[in-house]
């Protein structure tokens, strides 16, 4: 039988859950070719969301092309447009003679070389001259416009993980030349989406900054227990096995609505039930997530500093007054200085997420794993 929850890839079809309104305005925004800014933390759903607004969109207005491209791992300027050209180029045709002859003609000076590395999948290698490339980036940043003309279509690039920009040398140039060439374009349009808040916000709410006001902004919220309760009991109906609603909503709050974990809590939970779920298969299937996770929480946990941990245990334990002397000392955060530096170092990290002033962990299992069995040992001595 498939096994009707996903995760470490986009859910999409039955496996895709509300965000109705989210869809609504980002379709909207494909369609007008406006730009769209997707900000959430990790295994929020920003790729599944902007898959789905894509297929809604291609189902009626047929010009419409995606290229996706991810920004995972790329470091500098240079990687960003040898990835950005070979993704482009490779939305254009299945043939590889039609793709080396739009690079030819469209990357012009700083084209070098393309190559067939398999037939099969079509997968090709594209040199680039760098030099030339960093004297005309425009070559690459017009590439989707262009090739948009070309071929008689709409063009929406879709780029994941863009808070890697802000890491490359001299990034406000670059913002700037991003903004210059991409704002021109009427054929093509930009779905910026990533995970650190706190970066992108700087890039595209701040002013000063290049890339102020360059799109319209989501942030995406995790999905609610109302639209989750019936996921999952569907999911399960589908799949010939039960759940009540109680126990779906077990799911929902042990995996604190964070969708990729309530897809994960939920496909332990259906494998373990051989017709119909309860709280005690739940509750079995949760710990042994916590397990499985370990080393990757102890990992974690080692590159933290000693203080940025005692703050995580102080947050654990509901303390919200870190600048008071009594919480300074009985976790040793030091000064009330530090706090403003510890809280920037974890959110950096992506640990742990403030809004309106309040701080949560960013990841509910790995606040459990920390309670549960990394705090333990250390109770006694911090309620000393
Ligand atoms: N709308 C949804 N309905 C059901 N499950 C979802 C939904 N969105 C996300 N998920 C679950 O969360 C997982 C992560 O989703 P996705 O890859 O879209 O997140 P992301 O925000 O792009 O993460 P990252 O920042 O790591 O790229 C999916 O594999 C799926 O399990
Ligand atoms: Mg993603």
Same mark, same amino acid.
């Given at each position: 039988?498939?096994?009707?929850?996903?995760?470490?890839?986009?859910?999409?079809?039955?496996?895709?859950?509300?965000?109705?309104?989210?869809?609504? +305005?980002?379709?909207?925004?494909?369609?007008?070719?406006?730009?769209?800014?997707?900000?959430?933390?990790?295994?929020?759903?920003?790729?599944?969301?902007?898959?789905?607004?894509?297929?809604?969109?291609?189902?009626?207005?047929?010009?419409?092309?995606?290229?996706?491209?991810?920004?995972?791992?790329?470091?500098?300027?240079?990687?960003?447009?040898?990835?950005?050209?070979?993704?482009?180029?490779?939305?254009?045709?299945?043939?590889?003679?039609?793709?080396?002859?739009?690079?030819?003609?469209?990357?012009?000076?700083?084209?070098?070389?393309?190559?067939?590395?398999?037939?099969?999948?079509?997968?090709?290698?594209?040199?680039?001259?760098?030099?030339?490339?960093?004297?005309?980036?425009?070559?690459?940043?017009?590439?989707?416009?262009?090739?948009?003309?070309?071929?008689?279509?709409?063009?929406?690039?879709?780029?994941?993980?863009?808070?890697?920009?802000?890491?490359?040398?001299?990034?406000?140039?670059?913002?700037?030349?991003?903004?210059?060439?991409?704002?021109?374009?009427?054929?093509?349009?930009?779905?910026?989406?990533?995970?650190?808040?706190?970066?992108?916000?700087?890039?595209?709410?701040?002013?000063?900054?290049?890339?102020?006001?360059?799109?319209?902004?989501?942030?995406?919220?995790?999905?609610?227990?109302?639209?989750?309760?019936?996921?999952?009991?569907?999911?399960?109906?589908?799949?010939?096995?039960?759940?009540?609603?109680?126990?779906?909503?077990?799911?929902?709050?042990?995996?604190?609505?964070?969708?990729?974990?309530?897809?994960?809590?939920?496909?332990?939970?259906?494998?373990?039930?051989?017709?119909?779920?309860?709280?005690?298969?739940?509750?079995?299937?949760?710990?042994?997530?916590?397990?499985?996770?370990?080393?990757?929480?102890?990992?974690?946990?080692?590159?933290?500093?000693?203080? +940025?941990?005692?703050?995580?245990?102080?947050?654990?334990?509901?303390?919200?007054?870190?600048?008071?002397?009594?919480?300074?000392?009985?976790?040793?955060?030091?000064?009330?200085?530090?706090?403003?530096?510890?809280?920037?170092?974890?959110?950096?990290?992506?640990?742990?997420?403030? +809004?309106?002033?309040?701080?949560?962990?960013?990841?509910?299992?790995?606040?459990?794993?920390?309670?549960?069995?990394?705090?333990?040992?250390?109770?006694?001595?911090?309620?000393?």
């Amino acid at each position: 039988m498939k096994i009707p929850f996903v995760f470490g890839k986009p859910a999409l079809e039955e496996n895709f859950a509300d965000r109705k309104e989210e869809i609504h +305005q980002i379709v909207q925004n494909f369609k007008s070719l406006s730009n769209t800014i997707l900000i959430s933390p990790r295994g929020w759903g920003k790729s599944s969301l902007m898959k789905k607004a894509a297929e809604i969109s291609i189902k009626t207005e047929h010009d419409l092309k995606f290229c996706f491209v991810s920004l995972n791992g790329i470091k500098n300027e240079e990687e960003f447009y040898n990835t950005v050209a070979k993704e482009l180029l490779r939305i254009v045709s299945t043939e590889f003679e039609v793709i080396r002859g739009i690079a030819k003609k469209y990357l012009g000076k700083i084209f070098l070389k393309i190559k067939l590395i398999s037939d099969s999948t079509n997968e090709f290698s594209l040199l680039l001259d760098m030099e030339e490339t960093n004297k005309f980036p425009e070559e690459i940043l017009n590439l989707a416009e262009n090739i948009a003309i070309e071929n008689n279509k709409r063009i929406i690039v879709c780029i994941e993980d863009f808070q890697n920009i802000s890491g490359f040398a001299d990034t406000i140039s670059f913002q700037q030349k991003l903004k210059s060439v991409w704002q021109s374009h009427k054929n093509a349009a930009y779905c910026l989406s990533g995970s650190n808040r706190f970066i992108l916000s700087e890039l595209f709410e701040t002013q000063e900054m290049p890339l102020y006001g360059f799109g319209d902004i989501i942030l995406l919220e995790k999905i609610k227990t109302e639209e989750w309760i019936p996921f999952l009991i569907g999911r399960f109906v589908n799949t010939g096995k039960s759940i009540d609603k109680n126990s779906a909503e077990l799911i929902v709050r042990l995996a604190e609505n964070h969708p990729q974990y309530v897809q994960i809590l939920a496909q332990q939970s259906w494998l373990r039930s051989p017709y119909i779920c309860n709280e005690q298969i739940i509750g079995d299937a949760y710990e042994s997530i916590l397990l499985q996770k370990s080393l990757l929480f102890q990992n974690i946990t080692a590159r933290l500093s000693d203080t +940025q941990v005692y703050f995580l245990n102080a947050l654990i334990s509901g303390t919200d007054k870190f600048n008071s002397q009594k919480v300074l000392l009985k976790y040793k955060l030091g000064t009330s200085g530090n706090i403003t530096k510890i809280k920037k170092a974890l959110v950096e990290k992506e640990i742990i997420d403030i +809004q309106s002033g309040k701080i949560s962990f960013l990841d509910p299992f790995y606040k459990a794993w920390l309670a549960k069995y990394y705090f333990l040992e250390y109770t006694n001595e911090f309620s000393a």
